[in-house]
């Protein structure tokens, strides 16, 4: 091989890595947008849980802030989740940002995320004549979701003034792999939950990156990786169907954290279910666990709870019987609500982009 084609299969080797970061950043991207458009109820616990406020869901208004920014030569950025609660006449703006691992650039990205939010919606407010103007920032927060001991309680950015001038910018974190299910549902998380899976994403990825390792040898690790993703899985299942059978979680909420949890397994599978008994395993595991034992339960909710129950019934049983009515029934129903932009529509029910603009169209003329 000629230096000159060695350069261009290591720039091959390259770009196919970046593709990969993208499609992973837009497939986590993706999940967060269900995990944090759920009820109004569930997600105002959430805020209360990570923000530890004491919101009450029946009180408060609430509302998604945007989060893409247009600054000095048209370059965009883009944050994760801005989510505005209004209890009687005071609005406050909460920011998360979603990251699988590190990154020693996170405390100046939230710095600009947070600077240009509060430009956009506060305009430098002045409180009176001839007083100094004034930004506010939205509480904002980072979660981690793999473990890594370097990550501390605070990402901090000291910004040095003219004149001597100093701050300290402070945004707390979330180090998610330190919580168990059963914490997440004591301190009502609930939207969190399917996140669980990827406390075995780090182990698979570090088997499947050793080049130390034979490939019987990353056989039987992987299989037991994938093992304890079974074990994950059913416990993450427990302390869903328990909520969901308390009433905690409505069947809308327990259907979208339930296609969460079974696109993260997907991707797992997809990424490093190279071996085929494993990957069969699993995938048996996934349907004998929620297909027969969930839908019994949204059927008897669905029954109790009503017309939007039963449409998210519809929807399922459609999508699993293949059934094209439901999903159109359920694109109407969420349109209809105004739950759900048209891309996260296409998202939970698998219509074409196309075919839900049209549904659009004809729900709001």
């Known amino acids: ?37 759920l009820s109004k109820k569930t997600m105002v616990r959430l805020v209360n849980g990570l923000f530890q406020e004491q919101f009450d869901p029946r009180r408060v208004k609430l509302h998604y802030g945007n989060g893409r920014f247009v600054g000095d030569g048209l370059r965009s950025v883009e944050g994760d989740i801005f989510i505005v609660i209004k209890q009687e006449e005071e609005e406050r703006e909460f920011h998360v940002e979603f990251q699988t691992l590190g990154d020693e650039a996170m405390s100046v990205r939230m710095f600009e995320y947070g600077f240009r939010r509060a430009l956009e919606t506060r305009q430098m407010e002045r409180r009176g004549r001839g007083s100094p103007r004034e930004l506010f920032f939205p509480r904002q927060l980072v979660i981690y979701l793999e473990e890594n001991e370097a990550i501390g309680e605070t990402e901090e950015l000291i910004l040095h003034l003219p004149d001597d001038q100093q701050l300290v910018y402070r945004v707390p974190t979330f180090r998610y792999w330190t919580y168990t299910a059963r914490r997440l549902a004591a301190e009502k998380l609930y939207a969190l939950l399917p996140l669980q899976a990827f406390k075995i994403r780090k182990k698979m990825q570090s088997v499947d990156a050793n080049k130390q390792m ?3 040898e990353k056989s039987r690790e992987m299989t037991r990786q994938f093992e304890r993703l079974i074990e994950v899985i059913r416990d ?33 599978y997809s990424r490093y279910g190279n071996f085929e008994p494993i990957e069969k395993e699993v995938r048996h595991m996934l349907k004998s666990l929620i297909d027969p034992k969930m839908m019994a339960k949204m059927r008897k909710e669905g029954r109790e709870q009503g017309r939007l129950e039963g449409k998210i019934e519809g929807k399922i049983e459609g999508k699993i019987e293949g059934k094209i009515e439901g999903k159109i029934e359920v694109a109407e129903m969420l349109l209809q609500k105004g739950m759900l932009s048209i891309s996260d529509i296409v998202q939970v029910t698998g219509l074409t982009t196309e075919e839900v603009a049209r549904l659009s169209n004809k729900v709001n003329p």
Do not use: P
């Not at 084609?5 to 290591?10: A, L, P, Y």
């Not at 091959?12 to 269900?34: A, F, N, P, S, Y």
């Not at 905690?248 to 991707?267: A, K, P, W």
């Open 236 to 268: 993450t299942l427990d302390h869903l169907d328990e909520l969901h059978g308390q009433g905690e979680l409505n069947t809308g909420d327990f259907d979208r954290l339930l296609r969460v949890l079974h696109s993260i397994t997907e991707y797992l």
């Open 1 to 37: 091989m000629t230096e000159q084609e060695g350069t261009k299969q290591t720039r091959k080797q390259e770009t196919r890595q970046g593709k990969e970061k993208d499609r992973e950043r837009i497939k986590l991207d993706q999940i967060m947008r269900v995990l944090f458009h």
């Open 214 to 216: 034979t490939v019987a």
